[in-house]
């Protein structure tokens, strides 16, 4: 069974905002809601007792997690939370009767009522991209290439973003030769651990999205 | 969370209805109260069931879709409409059998599981893993206890107007009462040793040192912070010490001395179950708390 995902490398992730933007821009997602947005985790001291400058600290990009047993799914009175064939969460507007119990239950308080609509809303992981073969907007827009798409279930060295420009210089250079490039996560970001890996906190709802986070202490 | 207005009059009216539901369906089985006092609990029971749903009518942005797929079984509004339904229906029941005569042991019974359930069923909906202080098994002794309370308050009452005998619902009303204090207590207690961690700051370079949420112990919230006069005034000295004194007195009184004495304590059982429900609110944050 496919889980499409998202994996950040929370070491390359310089809290530029450009996914939420991105995402704002691409979802035309309303004043006030925000499908992925970012948390600055700390200042935290490096060890006990530590003060400036012993302190480190890292950006937690937060949006829907896609769990594998979402709990928005099961309070939806309209089956208009679905999960679907990809994995991801998807709302049937059309069936949203905006009573906002998914709201309640999701645990990262990353669904939104989009007031004009009057329908509840969220990170679709640009399911009208990716169903066409393309990566969701934020993965595209990632200037550090901290963020990664791809199927949970081949594992995360499997995810891919845009390559690189070089890698397509020459003669076919172009927008579509870009947008068409792919690079694997495995090969090219610094080596990780298995213990390196970590999810938000889990409450039996098991959140799809990873997170890389290397030789800082996970706080998320 | 910000307090949903609508929910917490469709839980009140919820909690009621079983509540009264179960104690008519006990009284009857028991053999206590006139066919007067039956009726008269039935057409209460049913106003009060359509006044809650009318108010959560409120809650629902597109109420208009409301039959576009509505049933997802897992759903707790799913089973909420389910026992509503199954209420309206042995009400109706009640009603038609009190015109042939005396109400059926069966239909008393069924009315007492139905009653049960749909207490059940209301606190069920809001027991969500994401919500620590919902999370608990205390939010169910204190729908049940609330249920119980207000049940035999509506009861006391009801009993005062058809003219019948109160004793027995006035002693219930007592005993409810202490059972409502009995349950605030052991939620005030498993609340407080829930702490949340402070996990992250605003991305906001005008407020560096803004904390997400507030992370302090939600307790003194409730106990001496924002919403102490909710719990302290509301929930304690009206909704729990002036009913258990009013049931106190008057649990043994005429049925003619007690129609405003009783009438005085289901408004403070109200007024203290609008007030518990306002708290469940404000402390429903997440498990994981940012903006």
Not at chain 1, 11 to 28: E, F, I, Q, T
Not at chain 1, 92 to 112: H, L, N, S, T, W
Not at chain 1, 152 to 159: M, N, Q, T, V
Not at chain 2, 97 to 104: A, N, R, S, T, V
Request: glycine share 8%; net charge neutral; charged share 15%.
């Amino acid at each position: 069974m496919t889980q499409y995902s998202i994996c950040v490398d929370l070491n390359r992730c310089m809290g530029c905002l450009a996914c939420s933007v991105a995402c704002k821009m691409v979802n035309d997602v309303p004043i006030g809601s925000f499908w992925n947005k970012m948390l600055r985790i700390g200042p935290n001291p490096r060890y006990e007792g530590a003060e400036v400058p012993d302190v480190d600290m890292y950006y937690l990009p937060v949006q829907c997690q896609h769990c594998g047993n979402p709990e928005c799914v099961k309070v939806c009175p309209t089956g208009a939370s679905q999960k679907v064939a990809d994995g991801t969460v998807q709302i049937d507007k059309e069936k949203c009767i905006g009573c906002q119990f998914c709201v309640m239950a999701c645990p990262y308080g990353v669904r939104y009522l989009n007031a004009d609509e009057k329908v509840v809303e969220k990170c679709t992981l640009c399911e009208q991209k990716t169903s066409q073969g393309e990566l969701p907007q934020c993965v595209i827009n990632c200037g550090g290439r901290a963020r990664w798409f791809g199927d949970l279930e081949k594992g995360i060295d499997s995810f891919v973003a845009y390559d690189e420009p070089h890698s397509v210089y020459g003669p076919s250079l172009s927008y579509d030769a870009m947008a068409a490039s792919r690079v694997a996560m495995g090969g090219y970001v610094n080596p990780y651990s298995s213990s390196d890996v970590y999810t938000l906190p889990d409450v039996g709802n098991k959140p799809s999205m990873r997170y890389i986070l290397r030789n800082k202490k996970w706080q998320g | 969370m910000a307090t949903q207005w609508p929910l917490v009059i469709f839980t009140l009216a919820l909690c009621c209805a079983g509540g009264l539901l179960f104690m008519q369906s006990l009284m009857a089985i028991l053999g206590k109260g006139s066919a007067k006092f039956q009726k008269l609990a039935a057409i209460t029971n049913i106003c009060v069931i359509v006044i809650g749903g009318i108010a959560v009518f409120f809650h629902l942005q597109h109420w208009e879709r409301i039959f576009n797929g509505f049933g997802h079984i897992t759903s707790g509004i799913t089973h909420e409409l389910i026992m509503v339904v199954l209420a309206l229906a042995i009400l109706i029941v009640f009603l038609v059998m009190l015109k042939k005569g005396e109400l059926p042991k069966w239909a008393a019974y069924a009315g007492l599981v139905i009653a049960a359930l749909m207490v059940f069923v209301t606190a069920n909906s809001y027991n969500m893993a994401a919500r620590p202080v919902w999370n608990t098994f205390a939010w169910y002794l204190f729908i049940f206890a609330d249920a119980y309370l207000m049940g035999a308050i509506a009861a006391w009452l009801l009993g005062a107007i058809a003219g019948d005998e109160t004793k027995f619902a006035g002693r219930q009303s007592f005993f409810a009462a202490i059972a409502k204090a009995v349950a605030v207590a052991i939620y005030t207690a498993v609340i407080g040793g829930i702490k949340f961690a402070s996990v992250g700051h605003y991305f906001d370079p005008t407020q560096p040192t803004k904390a997400v949420a507030e992370t302090g112990s939600y307790i003194s919230r409730m106990l001496s912070g924002d919403l102490a006069g909710a719990f302290w005034a509301g929930v304690v000295i009206i909704g729990i010490v002036a009913v258990l004194v009013i049931a106190f007195m008057k649990k043994d009184a005429e049925a003619k001395d007690v129609t405003l004495w009783a009438g005085t304590a289901c408004c403070c059982a109200v007024i203290g179950a609008i007030c518990f429900r306002v708290i469940f609110f404000a402390l429903g944050s997440s498990v994981f708390l940012f903006y």
